[in-house]
């Protein structure tokens, strides 16, 4: 767990597997289970420590007080990956994170292959950057869904506004609880590459501004998507910084980060 070592370097958290289930074709839902710290610091966005695939001891590295990740030397082939815990229940010691299997990249590679037991690192969690307001705009794919879904979820019932969602087609759409103000509308994409579509931002383009100051807009998905939608936000929109939270999750033909 996270006993203090001597170095002044702590352990990662690792949970374990518990099960795993195909929430739709490209989206495969992986239960992890832990102790309930080590769970309740899981997200709701959380650092990753995605292990090779079927590596049952693998080097990780450890964290300094700082909360900096110590790499260890040499070739270990752990992954640090962004994902999003979509529900996290501390007193049950279990957290559910949804991959999507883009088809390439560790953390992909090890969600198609997660079988109960095998392990995955936490170094550390954050917000999801959203704020409470009274109209809210989210705009994401299927790598935003759970975030969404939780912003959603936290929302006061009297929240108005728009969610939409960029999925290939209505076999990966979700069930999602919104409050009765706010419309979700799924956007397909069809054959198109994830990415190379840009459905999303032309959604959000199509929007008129909504009356009044008390508006926060959150957007996840491709990088490209995500700067245009900012700029759209930030120009026609006028949001100033703490009416917007737009962040790139994942950028086309590129990997998150490197893997040691
Ligand atoms: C805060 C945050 C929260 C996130 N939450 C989630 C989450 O809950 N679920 C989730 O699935 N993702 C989530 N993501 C996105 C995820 O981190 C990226 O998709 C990441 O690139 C996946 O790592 P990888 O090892 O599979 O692929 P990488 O090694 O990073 O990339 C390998 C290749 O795959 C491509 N690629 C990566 N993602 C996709 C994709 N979605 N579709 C098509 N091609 C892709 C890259 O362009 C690259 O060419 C989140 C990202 C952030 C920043």
Do not use: C
């Not at 001891?57 to 790499?71: E, L, N, S, T």
């Not at 307001?133 to 936290?154: K, M, N, Q, V, Y």
């Not at 706010?182 to 931002?201: F, I, K, Q, Y």
């Amino acid at each position: 767990m996270t006993a203090p070592l001597t170095d002044g370097l702590r352990p990662v958290d690792v949970l374990t597997v518990v099960a795993v289930a195909d929430v739709t074709p490209s989206v495969r839902r992986v239960v992890l289970s832990g102790s309930s710290a080590a769970v309740a610091l899981a997200g709701p966005t959380v650092n990753l420590l995605v292990p090779r695939v079927r590596d049952p001891a693998p080097d990780w590295p450890r964290v300094a007080k700082d909360g900096r990740i110590v790499w260890p030397q040499g070739s270990h082939g752990v992954a640090l990956r962004s994902y999003t815990a979509r529900r996290q229940d501390p007193g049950a010691g279990e957290v559910e994170i949804d991959f999507v299997l883009h088809g390439d990249g560790p953390a992909a590679a090890w969600a198609a292959a997660a079988v109960p037991g095998a392990p995955l690192g936490v170094a550390g969690g954050a917000a999801l950057g959203a704020r409470p307001a009274a109209h809210l705009l989210l705009a994401g794919d299927e790598t935003a869904l759970p975030a969404i879904s939780r912003i959603l979820g936290e929302a006061a019932p009297t929240t108005t506004g728009t969610a939409l969602v960029e999925v290939a087609g209505p076999h990966e759409e979700q069930p999602l609880t919104a409050p009765a103000g706010v419309s979700v509308r799924w956007l397909h994409r069809g054959d198109v590459a994830p990415g190379e579509s840009t459905l999303l931002a032309d959604a959000v383009a199509a929007l008129d501004r909504p009356v009044g100051d008390d508006v926060f807009a959150w957007v996840g998905a491709e990088s490209a998507t995500v700067r245009a939608i900012r700029a759209d936000l930030r120009g026609r929109w006028g949001l100033g910084r703490a009416q917007h939270h737009a962040i790139g999750y994942w950028r086309r033909g590129r990997a998150m980060a490197p893997a040691g």
